[in-house]
Nanobody, 117 residues
Framework: VQLVESGGGLVQSGGSLRLSCAAS????????MGWYRQAPGKERELVAVITNGGRTNYGDSAKGRFTISRDDTGNTVFLQMNSLKPNDTAVYYC????????????WGQGAQVTVSS
């Protein structure tokens, strides 16, 4: 399974970004796709994940500002991030896993998101 992120970049505080992640290879084994992030000096944390049936789980930092979605094929996942803040600055990793609350088995290379004040 390969996960490839796109859509990171630099945005001003209050702005929006949309991340995308495409799964390839044996993508059919991934029931859950989503995003984790890691800020400098901090541990990786859950942003949001979604099942192939549309169930979601959001981390506290994402609730109310970020929206996760998945395309009809189930092989691409999107993260719409609104009202971005400087402390959203992090490397955002696309992940794939077997169930909604399990530790991810597959990780992408990461996409840098930088929010300037």
């Amino acid at each position: 399974v390969q996960l490839v992120e796109s859509g990171g970049g630099l945005v001003q505080s209050g702005g929006s970004l949309r991340l995308s992640c495409a799964a390839s290879g044996n993508a059919f084994i991934i029931h859950v796709m989503g995003w984790y992030r890691q800020a400098p000096g901090k541990e990786r944390e859950l942003v949001a994940v979604i099942t192939n049936g549309g169930r979601t789980n959001y981390g506290d930092s994402a609730k109310g500002r970020f929206t996760i979605s998945r395309d009809d094929t189930g092989n691409t996942v999107f993260l719409q991030m609104n009202s971005l803040k400087p402390n959203d600055t992090a490397v955002y990793y696309c992940v794939g896993s077997r169930s909604l609350f399990s530790t991810p088995m597959y990780w992408g290379q990461g996409a840098q998101v930088t929010v300037s004040s």
